[in-house]
């Protein structure tokens, strides 16, 4: 069973830039699969930030960027701001319906 | 502009069945494939479901296989989740979810509906 991995948690200090990062029990994802990332504030839905490893979604500032690290796929936030402090998921696309998610990462901008 | 909201859940016992459903708007629902995606409360989210547009290729997740089914009615726009023999872990908010630029993620979601299984 695949297991995609997240850290807990985070913290970076306003307008400092922090990368967060997904990777796979396994080893070194693919880049054959698909990774995405998502935003989530308490008793909201997830909004799409980033897809296809490194496209941003609409709306998204460029302060949010996607890309492959090492062996991991990462999420770096730049000039990170108050309201930037919530909870961020990956998610892995591997094909066939096999979506998984990462545990999530708490972000806290103190 | 995009909508998508959910509804049907609410309180079931152990054992009990409920249907969600995701009334969709802003886009063209008969070409997009759609999911379901859930969170349980304080935990992570888990994919649920997917279904084509056509219907034709359905996936589910392991914990939920052989007891939910997703379906879809393209004339209204509306996409289904039939959950029966629920269990205490099926307790969640349920999110519909549209797909994006063909990438295997999601775009675009809805506000959620909560599922509470318990006697």
């Known amino acids: 069973q695949t297991v995609v991995t997240q850290e807990p948690s985070f913290s970076v200090s306003p307008g400092g830039t922090v990368t967060l990062t997904c990777g796979l029990s396994s080893g070194s994802v693919s880049t054959s699969y698909s990774y995405s990332w998502y935003q989530q504030t308490p008793g909201q839905a997830p909004r799409t930030l980033i897809y296809s490893t490194n496209i941003r979604s609409s709306g998204v500032p460029d302060r949010f960027s996607g890309s492959i690290l090492g062996n991991k796929a990462a999420l770096t936030i730049t000039g990170a701001q108050a309201d930037d402090e919530c909870d961020y998921y990956c998610?892995?696309?591997?094909?066939?319906?096999?979506?998984?998610f990462g545990g999530g990462t708490k972000l806290t901008v103190l | 502009e995009v909508q998508l909201v959910e509804s049907g859940g609410g309180l079931v016992q152990p054992g009990g069945s409920l249907r969600l459903s995701c009334a969709a708007s802003?886009?063209?629902?008969?070409?997009?494939?759609m999911n379901w995606v859930r969170q349980a409360p304080g935990k992570g989210l888990e994919w649920v479901s997917y279904i084509s547009a056509s219907s034709a290729t359905i996936y589910y997740a392991d914990s939920v296989k052989g007891r939910f089914t997703i379906s879809r009615d393209n004339a209204k726009n509306s996409l289904y989740l039939q959950m029966n023999s629920l269990r205490a872990e099926d307790t969640a908010v349920y999110y519909c979810a549209t797909p994006v630029g063909g990438s295997g993620g999601f775009g675009y979601w809805g506000q959620g509906t909560l599922v509470t299984v318990s006697s």
């Open positions: 802003g886009f063209t629902f008969s070409s997009n494939s």
């Open positions: 998610v892995l696309y591997m094909g066939s319906g096999n979506w998984v």
